[in-house]
């Protein structure tokens, strides 16, 4: 039944048919074969779906785009150029900055590439930046958006696998510093070689006066992550005080956010929320019948055949990782991978939460690799050029993202250190 299952789903995959469709059709042929009863699958899908945490994603779906609509984004922007735009390349840094700063409440990548990229894709072209550059950076530096904390990838590998959401939060932090850390060190070096960014600094405001325009969009992230580590609320209602927060701040202090804004805003957050929900019910539903034909052990056994220690265990799941997350998006990679590779990575010695930032890092990734990188379409969309003129430029960042993927892999400390601190009892 197993077998049949994912060959059905390959093949669904290879007629490009929805991965959530796809992946829903090879559980009803599962059923079917297995001579379970239908009732199943409907009960199945509600077991998925009945889960706190869920809660979390569409409220942060819509306000990533709260703070688009309201003006959020664009003083964050202001901010970042501020601290880094002086410097030469700093416009391209002052992307890889706001990123980082707008992740900090929005959980999507997507999002991010949507809100910073119409603002700095086109300020990095007139400052003679190259467009397919510029847009190829916005889609690397967006996957930020599911690295630093609240990630929406990160919900469903707890919410699939019962592992802490707060933790893997946690962990998701010095990771998602190191690889912004790392993109604007080599766009700095990028600007350098090519005589670029000369000019950044200029329009540039002063740090003070950047941050007192910009204090309560940067207060937004603080609170957020500052009430969850707190204690004062929990990542699910934190994702309800970010929504509370953008429509406060955009709609009665900056101005920014109208009454039709606010009906764009919902309706673009039911429809990506409902293709989330609808794929991880799908996922629900197959990743049962595959543990209920006991695959988990069955691959474990397999894996620790095939390698013989923990560095080689991981070494050959990234490469898997990094091939799949190139053809199957994010959040179906997780929810269907997530609760078969954990157990196999425990029996190695590898902590969950270590391995849940190890996984959302690697599939990250496959936001910004053709031919399903769903980060550099929304790029292209941006930018208005084709996902073929963005790879050549594509390849140094997708370069600089696998070298810090290798350093988190092999330094858990990096991931579990502040954890630890957090969380010490």
Known sequence: MSQLMIVSMLIFFGLSIPVAVAIGLAALTGISVGGLPWLVFAQQIFAALDKYPLVAIPFFILAGNLMEAGGISERMVEFAKSIVGGIQGGLACTCVLTCMIFAAVAGSSVATTFAVGAILIPAMVRHGYPKPFAASLQASAAELGVIIPPSIPMILFAVSTDTSTGELFIAGVMPGILIGLALMFYV????????????????????????????????????????????????????????????????????????????????????????????????????????????????????????DSKFGFLMGVNVALFIIGMFVETSASIVVLAPLLLPVAVKFGVEPVHFGVIMVVNLALGMVTPPFGVNLFAACAVAKLSVEQLIKPLVPFVVVVLICLMIITYWPGLSLGLRDIVYAK
């Open 188 to 307: 700095w070096l990028y600007a350098k070689r090519n005589g670029l960014g000369t000019r950044d600094g200029e329009g540039r405001l002063p740090l003070w006066p950047a941050f007192k325009r910009a204090w309560l969009a940067l207060l937004m992230p603080v609170i957020i992550l500052g009430g969850i580590y707190g204690g004062v609320f929990t990542p699910t209602e934190a994702s309800v005080v970010a929504v509370f927060y953008a429509i406060v701040v955009g709609k009665f202090i900056y101005r920014r956010l109208k009454v039709s804004d606010i009906s764009l805003t919902l309706h673009k957050s039911v429809i990506s929320t409902a293709v989330i929900m609808f794929l991880i019910a799908n996922a629900g539903v197959f990743s049962f019948l595959l543990n209920r034909a006991g695959i988990p052990d069955i691959l474990g056994g397999w894996l620790s055949q095939l390698f």
